[in-house]
């Protein structure tokens, strides 16, 4: 008996450390096509303001498009084992009207446009939410959650999305039909629940099971607007590339000057503005995946992904000088 109760305590603890999931998360990541880079550090103030170095446990990488082109979706992958039985429940999001979508873009930087309808298809099937719970099989409640795990990924997601930035700014990869792609993914061993809609306190007090309120589902999507630390997180780093590229705005004007045609007519072109808010936005929005379904939902993703980069419309090039780079109209436009 006593050895029977010592294997299960180290396999409950190994299972704790996370360490399995990673490995599991990984594989199956890997074996639709991502290329796995392990732990991405990166520096931000904790709760004193002092700048302290925190990680992802994942960076991915994948070429969704290489046809005289270059599409790169790249995700951060928080992973979060939770004990048999425990659920995550969400509240759906308030209105019909939903958010900017997952994906943050450096299709900003390109005279290149690819759609993005059917990645709006993607996240309507699966839904946005707002904020969560926990529920242990013992039947323990607590607002925690998933937070810890999110709060990684929303400080580490702009400077992520600021590194897309340089890169964009600092190449003519395909001539300028080269974009990246990223989101922040978070894996649980949770199930995934969210609450019913049309509910009152009343419909809660008479269910006699968790079915009864919530639907179970395979995956989320978070949707958070950034707190006061976060949001000034996310404007310094936007203020910092603002000033190590002085080139930006030159780029930004020279993509104005290229994005012709008849829907353009009622569109303003990115401006440094622009790139302020996607940074900032990128802070708000979090995919959440129960394990099982982590390889089918990436897949849809990108599936819907490639749909919309078939739409693709050119506008320009992008063109090595002595200078740097400049953007030259395409004749044909």
Known sequence: MD????????????????????YVTSNILNNIGHEIFGEYPYIRPNESRELKEFSVDLRTWKCLDDNDKLIILSMLVECKYRQPGTSWIFSPYPSDSYPIGILNSTEDLVPVRIESKSVWKFERSIGYCI?????????????????????????????????????????????????????????????????????DLKDFNLASDLDDVSELKEAIILNEKAGPQLQEFADSLADELIEKHPELEQRLSDIDNVLIGKEWKNRTAPDIDTIKRSIGYSTERILIINEKHLGKTIKNLEKAIIKDIKKEKVYGKVIETNDGFKITKLSNK
């Open 131 to 199: 904020g969560g719970v926990e529920l242990t099989n013992d039947g323990g409640g607590n607002t925690n959650g998933a937070k810890h795990g999110i709060f990684q990924l929303r400080f580490a997601m702009p400077v992520f999305v600021q590194n897309d930035y340089e890169n964009a700014l600092e190449s003519n990869w395909s001539e300028g039909r080269f974009i990246d792609l990223s989101c922040g993914v978070l894996v649980t061993t949770a199930d995934i629940r969210v609450i019913k809609p049309n509910l």
């Open 3 to 22: 050895g029977k109760k010592s294997t299960n305590k180290w396999k409950t603890g190994l299972l704790k450390t996370g360490l399995p999931l990673e």
